[in-house]
């Protein structure tokens, strides 16, 4: 069992930056695939980064060049920086674990551990 634990979410001005970070418990972190989702109010959750075993990343159209995923193995922690933060970006992200750390996971289904979510707001 895996437990997540997501930090760093907040109200912050279009334009500007947070950094979200997904600390993870247990011994097996390096061999996880992680993820970032988000859901919006009345909207379905949605892909946002991924990072497998070996550092390979994936992002979805919207965030891709504004948002980057990294993780540290020694501190069993997952990030996702936001720049250029814009109000559709408003939304509770979520971080995500893959017991199948080497393909990328873009879909809701392929993950096994969920965190409880922390709210990012980007005010116009």
């Known amino acids: 069992q895996v437990q997540l634990v997501e930090s760093g979410g907040g109200l912050v001005e279009a334009g500007g930056s947070l950094r979200l970070s997904c600390a993870a418990s247990?011994?097996?972190?390096?061999?996880?695939?992680m993820g970032w989702f988000r859901q919006a109010p009345g909207k379905e959750r949605e892909f946002v980064a991924h990072?497998?075993?070996?550092?390979?990343?994936t992002y979805s159209d919207s965030v891709k060049g504004r948002f980057t995923i990294s993780r540290d193995n020694a501190k069993n922690t997952v990030y996702l920086q936001m720049n250029s933060l814009k109000p559709e970006d408003t939304a509770v992200y979520y971080c995500?674990?893959?017991?199948?750390?080497?393909?990328?996971?873009?879909?809701?289904?392929?993950?096994?551990?969920w965190g409880q979510g922390t709210q990012v707001t980007v005010s116009s």
């Open positions: 990072i497998t075993w070996i550092d390979s990343v």
């Open positions: 995500a674990a893959d017991r199948s750390g080497w393909r990328t996971s873009t879909g809701v289904d392929n993950y096994d551990f």
């Open positions: 247990g011994r097996t972190f390096s061999t996880y695939g």
